[in-house]
């Protein structure tokens, strides 16, 4: 997808803006390297913090891989950003000076739509949300340059506006809330959406026992639900039982499927390579929904019958508004519920992505030690 | 489908029968003709009524001429059924005798199983509905000869389990009651399911305007939404907005399609013909949900990332259970809500069904007078 890249060279530092360090793709098809960029300024509503930690996701591999077409470079990724407020605009109500704060996928929004107003800015029908990295400024929420892109957190600091800050509870060790902002709330937001916190015990299958899917089991499951884990694989039967699933369904053996039949109120799907959403809707009872959360592309083949003769449901969720993060991050602390990360520095990012790009380590998500990568002096930029 | 055709001749009528007229297809591929059927005899919790109209839906078409394969001969149809209370089983306290009552799809359920004990009988869990005809006993709560097959409404009288049993108010004029049980029911009940009983105003889109379309205008109209109709033909506009449609969009017209795009909450989607979902997906809101109320049994085509971007589902619904039969003869009662019926005699049957199923005609019901047709006895079963 080299001809669909997009080289944006990034523009001189203004009177605005400040340099910070951070670790790029300089040009598509390299290797990280680390780089200057621009950061705004802290503006009245704006919260600066000194980046701690950074998750690596694996859409960060699909964006810096331009899989997708149309990725920005210089790219800095990260949208699991976490660290400890440096300073705050004059206007800033939401935290202060020292504490803990994350931010998550996006950094904008209209913020005045029906949806941004309902909590759920990650479906801003004012034109869509702003992400964390690969974006350009768009509500006039982001200060600095109107110029200079969007960078991740793959770097020494970050500045945003206070609505997309969230505070990140003592509960939850720093370095592990990286990855609730992305894989956390992704099963999270859905979860809540289809009533999982409404008091009745449901049956909730989770196909996909990765990342996303680990997470999704350990807060089902903190939600007092059965939940049942789909898998191809039987491989992953044991993984599943450990996370906290009480039954199992291998999602390619007929009597294994057969067993679980009709049982299901809610199956949340993380799988994002090609499948067929179809073969699932016989674990559906009555009334029962499949949410899709894996972006896989190809379109599915789906018979109208069993949607109507059952009244089932198929529908899909993008990771969670930032109040609904927030409760998240709570929820998670609450219960003890921690991604488990593998912590590496700056220079160990392309090694990282060869891992979650080549191997499939079950659950496992990669956290960038900022302040120990900082330290390394033949990994920063030159003055 | 004369091969999967079952013919399954009628027992001799048992001591716990009765023997009624009824206008049957004695034989697969035969036209109508009058003939004896049994009935069962009046148990503890039946209601027999005599039969005063019935109606004629599409789907008596699609099961009397063997479309779907399996239909049973002789075969009497008719889930529209009409009439007046003429004795009731000792433990019945529903109804009356001198009641006016009606009938719709299904005659019985396992009635234990929570699907059922939820008011859903038409999803029942227990091994799923028996309906009004081209069905056989199941359950037990039809009494009569086991043997003897279950026949519809065109016919001089049946009995019924009382709960199965909907009461039929003053308000309904009781010839135009039969179509609200069928087309008024898949419609209303999806309505409600979907929310459109809460309180809050939506935008409300109806695809196909036929008779299950003009009735889910009017109901959704007297709801108190915004209602959009949406057809391939700009010459269904005029009916539309008579019928109580605000908003109208020509689904083959791309302008069309874009200035209503985004805007409805729930679309319900009436078209049995061929077509694919998706292309209706981008008149939805986020978290709008397109209903599939029509059994097109071809697969569709669905991309999830509409439903991810923008949180939208694709559901199905099956008429509707008994309770909420009872609320929509109310509503419409009240609400003033008839179909548009067109009265025909048991001799004019197999004319109406080509009507039905060659001609288009917008959103008439066609209903059989029974009193009237006994009085030809050129056309009633010899003794």
């Known amino acids: 997808m080299a001809d669909s890249a997009i080289q944006k060279d990034i523009p001189a530092c203004g009177d605005n803006e400040y340099k910070e360090v951070a670790w790029a793709i300089p040009k598509f098809g390299e290797k990280f390297a680390p780089i200057w960029i621009n950061r705004p300024k802290v503006g009245d509503m704006d919260v600066k913090f000194e980046m701690k930690y950074c998750g690596i996701c694996h859409s960060d591999c699909h964006l810096g891989l331009n899989h997708l077409g149309g990725s920005m470079y210089p790219m800095v990724p990260g949208h699991e950003l976490c660290g400890t407020v440096t300073e705050v605009g004059a206007k800033v109500t939401k935290v202060k000076v020292g504490d803990n704060v994350g931010v998550g996928c996006i950094i904008d929004s209209c913020l005045e739509c029906n949806t941004c107003k309902g909590g759920d800015e990650q479906y801003c029908e004012g034109g869509g949300s702003t992400h964390t990295y690969n974006s350009e400024k768009k509500y006039g929420h982001i200060g600095g340059n109107p110029e200079t892109q969007n960078f991740g957190g793959y770097s020494a600091s970050n500045v945003v506006h206070e609505h997309f800050i969230c505070k990140i509870p003592d509960s939850i060790p720093l370095e592990k809330a990286g990855p609730i902002m992305c894989a956390g709330i992704t099963l999270y937001d859905p979860l809540v959406h289809w009533g999982a916190l409404d008091g009745k015990k449901m049956n909730i299958g989770i196909v996909g ?172 930029p030159k003055e």
């Open 209 to 380: 026992i990765g990342g996303l899917g680990t997470m999704g089991i350990k807060m089902a499951k903190a939600m007092g639900h059965r939940v049942v884990a789909i898998s191809t694989s039987a491989n992953k039967a044991e993984l599943a039982k450990e996370k906290g699933a009480e039954g199992f369904v291998v999602s390619t053996d007929n009597a294994s499927m057969a067993a679980e039949a009709g049982k299901l109120d809610l199956i949340l799907n993380t799988i994002s390579a090609s499948h067929q959403v179809a073969h699932y809707l016989s674990l559906l009872n009555v009334n029962g929904t499949i949410v899709q959360l894996g972006l896989a592309p190809e379109p599915h083949a789906v018979s109208q019958l069993p949607l109507i003769f059952q009244r089932k449901s198929i529908a899909g969720s993008l990771i969670g508004g930032i109040k609904n993060t927030e409760a998240c991050l709570e929820f998670c602390g609450k219960h003890g519920i921690t991604p488990d990360v593998h912590m590496v520095e700056a220079k160990e990012i392309d090694w990282a992505w060869d891992q979650i790009t080549t191997i499939n380590k079950d659950g496992i998500r990669y956290v960038i030690d900022i302040k120990k990568s900082l330290e390394n002096k033949d990994f920063v």
